[in-house]
């Protein structure tokens, strides 16, 4: 017995309402193509979604947008409206050996820091002349360890480094990490800085949406994918319902292993191959609210001689009422096998006690995340820095495209997964015809998708 089941078509499906996917759909909008997007929770935002307990807004850990990358262009590009202001680095607090030190953010600072001799201290104050001499290509097949040891050494300016590039690349396997990308992503957060963002992250994903529905594309939470195709000249789209959605060509701004799923890849093809070495990078987060801070001069510290970080971010960006202090303690987790989440958590703890002794009779919330993945791929050495990460177009699988943090030879992070979506966005919309506006009725479920019955 045959029976019918409901078909739409779009011209392009991004699979995804994270900041990728919906990147990707807002510039799709944008060049006049209809595009639905698919979001199997019933929250967009992903790892950039904002929650709100007693009225303070927490990112999922510690989130900072760089000024003088690729995502922050294109969120201008699309006019999404944000505002925010750098962390307040005039309190910075460095621990090495167990003791804190006060951290150098400038050249008086710098002479006056008792953690480096006076060599070190010349080095550091040619470190932007360094960085900017560098042929960061050289070194894309050379561990960051290796180039670090033999540029700063293992005492403290060593211990310094990295740390400069761990915040930067959220990354804590120097010994794997990639030289020439870590570099790269020292130069972006050198030289335009980060910004805290009022109201968090939530603020760029709604902005995004918004950038979708304003051009004519349809967003749409609680819409899971069970599988994509590539069939008869175009990709057809199965959802949890069994209903289907036909486009000229799909945007796949999910993780790698859902990927594989949704195309049903086999053990030999490229993308799985890469996947079955892949390292993802995590950190431990634990979020806290505060009615006050006990050492209020205290706003960010790190962990030289552990991979620690603390910032209190209400210091620079509106996340609660006046007067809350919304900060982030984390670690960041090697890829090797970890410790117990409880002795992390407890270590976070007692870092905290020791930058504001005192905070836990001021806690207004708290949260603990133990095992946050940052990115989906750590850029490593061994498959030639961010050119050995999978591209955009999907072997064997005609007009699918992959975005994400894990995706293409441009940045980290966000600016990995939005440069990735921009690109993903111009192939759709190269694969993409003209649309026929004589197709059929539009349905409200898939509103700007024409409706076919098969």
Not at 38 to 54: D, F, I, M, N, P
Request: glycine share 10%; hydrophobic share 40%; with cysteine.
């Amino acid at each position: 017995m045959k029976t019918e089941r409901n078909q739409w078509f779009a011209d392009v499906v991004v699979v995804g309402g994270g900041i990728a996917g919906l990147s990707a759909a807002a510039k799709i909008a944008r060049s006049g193509r209809s595009v639905v997007v698919l979001e199997k929770a019933s929250r967009l935002g992903g790892r950039g979604g904002t929650q709100v307990s007693q009225g303070v807004h927490f990112n999922l850990g510690p989130h900072a947008l760089y000024c003088g990358g690729v995502a922050m262009r294109t969120l201008r590009e699309l006019g999404v409206p944000f505002q925010g202001a750098p962390p307040a680095y005039s309190g910075l607090t460095l621990r090495d050996g167990g003791q804190l030190y006060a951290g150098p953010t400038d050249l008086k600072t710098l002479l006056a820091c008792r953690l480096f001799s006076w060599r070190e201290k010349w080095q550091l104050a040619r470190l932007p002349k360094i960085l900017a001499r560098i042929d960061a290509r050289s070194l894309d097949q050379t561990p960051l360890s290796e180039w670090i040891d033999a540029n700063f050494g293992r005492g403290a300016l060593g211990r310094f480094m990295r740390w400069q590039f761990r915040v930067s690349t959220y990354a804590t396997d120097v010994e794997l990490l990639s030289a020439g990308a870590a570099i790269d992503q020292l130069r972006v957060a050198r030289d335009g800085g980060v910004r805290y963002l009022d109201g968090g992250w939530q603020t760029l994903i709604d902005g995004l949406r918004s950038a979708v529905t304003c051009s004519g594309g349809q967003v749409l939470e609680s819409a899971p994918v069970r599988s994509v195709r590539s069939q008869d000249g175009e990709v057809v789209v199965t959802l949890g319902d069994e209903s289907q959605l036909r486009a000229s060509a799909v945007v796949l701004a999910v993780d790698p292993q859902s990927a594989i799923r949704l195309l049903d890849l086999p053990s030999d093809a490229p993308l799985v191959r890469w996947y079955s070495e892949n390292v993802p990078v995590a950190a431990a987060c634990l979020d806290v609210a505060l009615h006050r801070l006990p050492r209020p001069e205290r706003c960010v510290a790190f962990g030289l001689d552990a991979p620690l970080y603390y910032s209190v971010h209400s210091a620079s960006a509106r996340l609660a009422d006046p007067g809350v202090a919304v900060l982030h303690v984390a670690r960041y987790l090697s890829t090797l096998p970890g410790r117990d989440p409880e002795d992390v958590q407890a270590e976070l703890e007692q870092w905290l006690d020791q930058l504001q002794p005192g905070w836990r009779d001021e806690v207004i919330t708290r949260r603990y995340l133990p095992h946050m993945v940052v990115t989906h791929s750590l850029t490593t050495a061994a498959t030639g820095g961010t050119f050995g990460r999978p591209a955009t177009v999907v072997p064997d699988h005609r007009n699918v495209f992959l975005c994400g943090d894990w995706v293409g030879p441009e940045g980290m992070l966000a600016d990995a997964a939005v440069a990735s979506a921009v690109h993903a966005a111009k192939l759709a919309v190269e694969c993409t015809p003209a649309r026929d506006a004589s197709v059929g009725a539009v349905p409200s479920q898939f509103s700007g998708a024409a409706y076919v019955t098969s």
